[in-house]
């Protein structure tokens, strides 16, 4: 199934850091963790020893082309590995995932600041290994990584499930090489430019006139200090004209009422006769 954010006519993004997952053991993971990563443009996925082998050719295959809602190419690209060692032997820099340090004296980091070096270091291939959904990553394919990434989570549940872990760093790369400014409205909306101190000022007299007939203003010597503080509520949104005209419309009906409807007679026209 294909996601309605999925668009093959926008510009495919690509790079950022090898995906090796290690010793993967579900076809619906190794799926998700493909649609994981086309969301914010990683290519390059590896898998190492995958439990049922890959590429599956059995029940699963539909799970996981499935699960991977239209992510497919990576699927179909992924190459397949017998060690971490042949995984990672054309890599310059190696990230280690895990919920522990392991004891290893290696540089322990955030997502946000591994993958921030990673965006900055033009020329090198980096990867991040992702250990069996059961176990993670053990002590001897840690040490092979050159630092560890860690997830600010619960210390009472730090367990990540697989896809989650690479969606992680997959957004976090991205926002890194990208930036993080949200896309483009893909509907043009005519601005509204931002409204003049005379209309917000018409606006405030109308609305201050309106309260103080239902007395809003009491105490009478409360009166100066609510006013300021009705007008800065106003003032911090920094109004549109379109907004005061919608502002200002509403508060006329909840003044004076529903609106009236004017009801016209329609002119009698002559029948045509037929000579």
Known sequence: MVGAGTDKTKLHVGGGPAVILVRPQLAVNIGMCARAMANFGLDDLRLVNPREGWPRSDEYREVAYSAAAGATGLLDSARVFATVEAAVADLHYAYATTARERGQMKVVLSASAAMSAAALAEGERRGILFGPERTGLDNDEVAIADSIITFPSSPAYASLNLSQAVLLCGYEWFKA???????????????????????????????????????????ATKRPGMRRNLRNIFNRMELTQQDVRTLWGAMVRLAEGPRVDVKTRKPIRPKKTVE
């Open 177 to 219: 090489a990208h930036g993080d400014a949200p896309p483009a409205a893909t509907i043009p909306r005519a601005a509204s430019p931002p409204a003049q101190r005379e209309m917000l000022l018409a606006f405030f007299d109308y609305l201050e006139a309106k309260l103080d007939e239902n007395g809003f203003f009491r105490p």
